[in-house]
């Protein structure tokens, strides 16, 4: 149901990055009023920490998709809803380099009052940098060259958790690879898939703080590129092609490796 979700999510990006949100700092949600909500407000919360691998703070948006016991994304009414349930913007100043801590209002995250029917929630970290804005209070295009994609999944509320994003091979010590290939129809001439995606399949629990993901790039026709995946760890892959999606499952990416995958059409 995730991936469906995650198909759908990408649509909501072109308004998501034209939204006004708050410059970086420590983000804190307030539950809508009681005569529109689904569910009650309630003491439950996520929070924790986003870091690039260097420790360095870093420009990125960071949207939660809470769920109900059903599964259902709910928003922070308790209602369901077919977006994101929130999207926290940080340090949309900073470049894609990131810069040193200045204070930890850089680097913290934290969503209070989630609605009383609410059990877990996936996170999805975009990492992002500040030029060209397209208005002077959004941030910048998504943005891979230093630092990559880092998420998780169904992870339980009233916890905190350290979102590390991975940094590129070469980058001061970063080990990240990647997963690219050609894209060919059946009668083998080189084609644009629709869409490609990466997932760790590093456990859900939260407990591994680099847990990559990544959208393929076809810069050129019949070839793709997911760059800055966290690396030793297995991912799968999904491509789609006139409607038709391709899974491949448990494929290694080794610090700065490079694995070749091939989709036919």
């Known amino acids: 149901m995730y991936i469906f979700r995650i198909f759908r999510s990408r649509r909501l990006i072109a308004a998501a990055v034209a939204a006004t949100a708050a410059i970086s700092g420590l983000a804190t949600v307030e539950a809508a009023p009681a005569s529109a909500a689904c569910a009650a407000a309630s003491s439950q919360y996520i929070a924790g920490d986003l870091v690039g691998q260097d420790h360095h703070d870093i420009n990125a948006q960071v949207s939660f998709d809470v769920k109900d016991r059903y599964g259902n994304t709910i928003g922070l009414d308790g209602c369901r809803t077919s977006g994101y349930t929130k999207t926290i913007w940080m340090n949309m100043n900073l470049g894609p380099a990131g810069a040193v801590h200045t204070s930890r209002t850089q680097y913290a995250w934290r969503i209070d009052r989630l609605p009383a029917n609410a059990v877990s929630s996936w996170i999805e970290v975009w990492t992002r940098t500040n030029t060209p804005k397209p208005c002077p209070t959004c941030d910048g295009p998504v943005n891979t060259s230093v ?72 810069s050129t026709t019949g070839y793709y590129k997911i760059d800055n995946l966290a690396s030793g ?20 990416v080794a610090p700065c490796g490079q694995v070749p995958l091939a989709f036919r059409g």
């Open 147 to 218: 630092y990559g994609f880092v998420n998780r999944r169904a992870v339980p509320l009233n916890r905190m958790y350290l979102l590390k994003a991975p940094l590129h091979c070469g980058i001061g010590g970063g080990t990240s690879g990647s997963i690219q290939g050609r894209l060919i129809d059946g009668a083998g001439r080189p084609v644009k898939f629709d869409r490609i995606y990466a997932w760790s399949e590093a456990t859900p629990d939260g407990s591994v703080s680099m847990q990559g993901w990544g959208t393929g790039v076809q």
């Open 233 to 252: 760890q297995r991912y799968v892959v999904w491509a789609t092609y006139h409607g038709v999606t391709q899974k491949r499952g448990h494929i290694m």
